[in-house]
T-cell receptor, first 115, second 112 residues
């Protein structure tokens, strides 16, 4: 079965550079979530999109922005990178956020290292 | 907001049973999820509870008491591959989405 695809899997950037992370949800899934997981920490919700519109916002820095495109893939844009941005970034997708179940399926993650 | 607590670490023997407790205090509640996460990998879904009671799924069972803000994940017949972190996550209806708020995770170490 198709899963959530994230690219790149690994990314190394310098401080103050920019990075773009991509997420391709499971086909027919209409909702995308972004989470950030620092070393030894639990995933923290950043932002979500339903049908290409932002549906919720968590602890996402102003330096970050995200969008969902017409083909439902999503991109997380990160600017003025800081050392503390080094983390695993997970994208998750689900179908029909209005349903009572809508399990979130997680992608393999992008490991971002800021030097 | 959400406040979710679970033990940091547990150790058990292969073939045994382990119960991971999770307590939560939430401003909104729309279900509790348990995920398994191996180091450096994505969380994978284990179970979902939205009503009180026990949900059984093979070797894994999850229980929920909404009045007590309490859930547990029961792992039976432990196998070495069950060594992982187990994340309790609460879904709320904050904003217009269904974001998950995760607890700190419980690292389970299965010993031979």
């Amino acid at each position: 079965a198709a899963g959530v695809i994230q690219s790149p899997r690994h990314l190394i950037k310098e401080k103050r550079e920019t990075a773009t992370l991509k997420c391709y949800p499971i086909p027919r899934h209409d909702t995308v979530y972004w989470y950030q997981q620092g070393p030894g920490q639990d995933p923290q919700f950043l932002i979500s999109f339903y049908e290409k519109m932002q549906s919720d916002k968590g602890s996402i820095p102003d330096r970050f922005s995200a969008q969902q495109f017409s083909d439902y893939h999503s991109e997380l844009n990160m600017s003025s990178l800081e050392l503390g941005d080094s983390a695993l970034y997970f994208c998750a997708s689900s179908l029909d956020w209005e349903s009572s179940y809508n399990e979130q399926f997680f992608g393999p993650g992008t490991r971002l290292t800021v030097l | 907001g959400q406040n979710i607590d679970q033990p940091t670490e547990m150790t058990a023997t292969e073939g045994a049973i382990v119960q991971i407790n999770c307590t939560y205090q939430t401003s909104g509640f729309n279900g509790l999820f348990w995920y398994q996460q191996h180091a450096g990998e994505a969380p994978t879904f284990l179970s979902y509870n939205v009503l009180d009671g026990l949900e059984e799924k093979g070797r894994f069972s999850s229980f929920l008491s909404r009045s007590k803000g309490y859930s547990y994940l029961l792992l039976k017949e432990l196998q070495m591959k069950d060594s992982a972190s187990y994340l309790c996550a609460v879904r709320d209806l904050g904003g217009a989405g269904n974001k998950l708020t995760f607890g700190g995770g419980t690292r389970v170490l299965v010993k031979p």
